[in-house]
């Protein structure tokens, strides 16, 4: 019994919702109210949102889908800028501009095609198929690891003349591991690279890798309850997170230090599985998407929880702070994006 309950948690973790795939995001007519706390909702997207980032200076909200729509919002006011088909399933954007003097949009479409777009007009730039269709941009935005969901992860140096060539095949992982890897996180110089894995072999479960990147040097391994969704290192590269769940049923969430790898204080008591995570800027807040559709937010430095934000009606699979850490944006299989106003829920909640 525990075995299936691991194997369907891991479909649920590292794979497409069936259902969301066959019959798309509910209509404008049969989603909630608007939330409390909601600034906005973002909705008729074409399919479950799988990735979401704020543009560099603010200004614009853009996300993925599943099905490849990609979509850039200006935020004042909320107003559709552009919009692509087939273009991106994960997407970030570049401070370190294509070519010099503009900020870009880098995305990875459903089939594998990394593209690089002007972030002012999604203008695309350059691509190159074959790439991967989960990523990770260092901070420095320099360099970028990607694999298909496999452990064949490729490292490719970001340049304005060319937009990537290889530069590193990390290490297959020892001792006979396989599984599928779900997602990649650099720290913030570019050193330390983490896989949040789901290993088939020789036994079942999630598991965290943390590799030196230059050395390729396996620096340690972290089991991760029944599996894992995603990892995630702060911008600073002091902390990382990884959201997953138990073989129970319910989320597990765990905050470790940068440096150490070791665990520190940490989110509990979530009903259903964690799916994506997110650090405020500061290091002061965490973010966290559900399967059941919740939002959290936490205390980083004491792992309690400072606030709830129900809306979706799908699990929430990508989430990020805005810039100035007010808002967080998080993006659901039900089709919408909804921007929530965290600093003015903790202002309510202290009146």
């Not at 299936?4 to 209509?27: D, T, Y």
């Not at 972290?222 to 997953?244: E, M, P, R, T």
């Not at 939002?295 to 799908?314: A, E, F, I």
Request: glycine share 12%; charged share 15%; net charge neutral.
């Amino acid at each position: 019994m525990k075995r299936l309950v691991i194997l369907l948690l891991v479909l649920l973790l590292s794979s497409a919702a069936a259902r969301a795939q066959c019959e798309g995001p509910p209509p404008e007519a049969q989603l909630p109210p608007m939330p409390q706390w909601a600034r906005h909702r973002l909705h008729g997207h074409g399919g479950p949102v799988v990735s979401v980032a704020y543009s560099p200076g603010g200004g614009h909200l853009s996300f993925g889908t599943r099905t490849g729509v990609l979509k850039m919002f200006n935020l004042q006011p909320v107003e559709t800028r552009a919009t692509l088909l087939n273009a991106a399933g994960w997407l970030a954007y570049s401070i370190f501009s294509f070519p010099e003097g503009y900020s870009s949009l880098i995305t990875l479409s459903p089939v594998g095609t990394a593209s690089v777009y002007f972030a002012d007009d999604l203008e695309r730039q350059q691509w190159t198929d074959g790439i991967g269709t989960i990523a990770s941009l260092s901070t420095d935005c320099r360099y970028m690891a990607t694999t298909f969901g496999d452990f064949n992860v490729q490292v490719w140096k970001m340049t304005h003349l060319v937009f990537a060539y290889h530069d590193t095949a990390m290490p297959k992982p020892p001792n006979g591991l396989s599984g599928n890897v779900a997602s990649l996180s650099f720290n913030n110089n570019g050193d330390r690279l983490a896989y949040a894995a789901n290993i088939t072999a020789p036994s079942q479960g999630g598991m965290l890798l943390v590799w030196d990147r230059y050395t390729g040097k396996l620096l340690t391994t972290i089991a991760f309850g029944a599996g894992v969704g995603q990892v995630q290192y702060s911008d600073d590269g002091k902390l990382f997170a990884a959201a997953g769940g138990n073989a129970d049923g319910g989320g597990l969430v765990t905050v470790y230090d940068g440096a150490s790898n070791a665990p520190l204080p940490s989110p509990s008591g979530l009903k259903a599985p964690a799916l994506c995570v997110a650090f405020s800027e500061n290091n002061k807040m965490l973010a966290v998407g559900s399967a059941d559709g919740l939002v959290t937010v936490w205390d980083v430095p004491t792992g309690k929880l400072l606030m709830q934000l129900p809306g979706h009606v799908g699990p929430v699979r990508t989430i990020t702070f805005s810039n100035d850490t007010r808002d967080v944006a998080s993006g659901s299989d039900d089709g919408t994006v909804i921007i929530w106003k965290v600093a003015d829920a903790l202002a309510g909640q202290k009146n």
